[in-house]
């Protein structure tokens, strides 16, 4: 059912994608634990925006059975691919060895979760052990979204670029790239991002926004980081980590409605 619109009259850019499911300009919701009351909330008033979300680090785990499948099939419901957060398989890897990825993997379908995240933000991956993981995932019936990058070292593009190709001839359907690697001293790392931005189809990539966990993170530079990024890339822009808070906040922005205001110059301006 579509969905009437107040102040229809102001047109949207053509550029920013309106209907799911979109190939681009891709919203990944992060999701640290959220009530099923607040998901439904946020989903009811901005699940047009919301095309991933990330049920973040290890908290599956955390969850009753029959809590975690009624919250996963409520985004299922509104269009909306739940994944469960890479650093959890990180976690099993590094406590309980390769041998039990494959009870991991098949758990995470029996819950609920079509796709699962493999990266190596804390525990490091070689390219053939990232093949390994990813295949692994896929041969169990699980989508597979790579994520490259680290958040302790630091990487230049042509690595970034290696992993990211690594994860696709796996057969991952999408690639994040890790927010730590991208800012620094609190602003983009443009050259770097320049250089991913050459190298790879930007279609298939998700940008992780900067938050908290990242030390000397502050909301600004994560504000500042979202606003480069939408200026770089434009409204279609894949983007990662956006808190529930923050989703409608960051659709007006793509669409020239938020802080920076529009980018086009108003209708009957003189000219200068």
Do not use: H
Request: proline residues 5%; charged residues 30%.
């Amino acid at each position: 059912m579509k969905r009437a619109a107040p102040f229809s009259f102001v047109e949207l850019p053509r550029a920013r994608t309106q209907r799911k499911p979109r190939r681009s300009g891709l919203t990944m919701m992060v999701d640290f634990g959220l009530p099923y009351g607040q998901a439904r909330d946020v989903v009811e008033m901005a699940g047009p925006y919301i095309d991933l979300a990330k049920i973040a680090v290890g908290t599956s785990r955390l969850y009753d059975t029959a809590y975690l499948r009624r919250k996963l099939a409520l985004y299922k419901k509104n269009r909306v691919r739940p994944f469960v957060g890479g650093q959890f398989q990180e976690y099993v890897y590094a406590t309980y060895g390769a041998g039990a990825l494959r009870r991991f993997l098949i758990e995470a379908k029996r819950v609920g979760f079509d796709v699962v995240e493999i990266s190596d933000n804390c525990v490091p991956l070689s390219d053939k052990e990232r093949r390994q993981q990813i295949r692994l995932a896929c041969d169990c019936g699980l989508a597979v979204f790579g994520e490259v990058g680290s958040k302790d070292m630091k990487n230049d593009a042509r690595a970034l670029l290696r992993q990211a190709e690594t994860c696709f001839a796996a057969g991952a359907e999408l690639v994040l790239v890790e927010a730590a690697e991208l800012i620094e001293r609190g602003r983009p790392k443009t050259k770097l991002i320049a250089g991913l931005r050459r190298g790879i189809d930007m279609s298939r990539v998700l940008i992780e926004l900067p938050g908290p966990w990242i030390k000397g993170v502050t909301l600004a530079a994560a504000e500042d980081m979202k606003k480069f990024l939408v200026e770089e890339f434009g409204p279609d822009v894949n983007l990662a980590n956006v808190m529930p808070q923050d989703i409608m906040e960051t659709e007006a922005l793509r669409v020239g409605l938020g802080v920076v205001g529009p980018k086009l110059k108003r209708r009957g301006a003189r000219e200068s």
